[in-house]
């Protein structure tokens, strides 16, 4: 089973730009495989922080720029289908 760790990064960041060059925020999704989607919410909530700072050493962002979001609200701002 797969759980996505869903975030907003602003876009104050300058990681993305609209079609007439203006920053503006991205959304990002890390795809992980877990053996049940019951995961403790507390273990969960470290799996948010810790794919944060992930996204932040690895796009070298500041991490207060990265805001944890919902699943739909990461639909809702890509192209991407729900799989």
Same mark, same amino acid.
């Given at each position: 089973?797969? $759980?996505?760790?869903?975030?907003?990064?602003? @876009?104050? +960041? !300058?990681? !993305?730009?609209?079609?007439? !060059?203006?920053? %503006?925020?991205?959304? #990002?999704?890390?795809?992980?495989?877990? =053996? %049940?989607?019951?995961?403790?919410? !507390?273990?969960?909530?470290?799996?948010?922080?810790?794919? @944060? =700072?992930?996204t +932040?050493? #690895?796009?070298? $962002?500041e991490?207060?720029?990265?805001?944890?979001?919902?699943?739909?609200?990461?639909?809702?701002? %890509?192209?991407?289908?729900?799989?």
């Amino acid at each position: 089973m797969k $759980i996505r760790l869903c975030y907003r990064v602003e @876009k104050e +960041a !300058g990681w !993305g730009e609209d079609e007439y !060059g203006n920053p %503006t925020e991205v959304y #990002s999704c890390i795809k992980m495989d877990c =053996k %049940t989607y019951n995961i403790p919410n !507390g273990e969960y909530q470290e799996l948010v922080k810790v794919g @944060k =700072k992930l996204t +932040a050493g #690895s796009f070298n $962002i500041e991490e207060k720029l990265i805001t944890p979001i919902t699943l739909n609200e990461y639909l809702d701002n %890509t192209e991407e289908d729900e799989d």
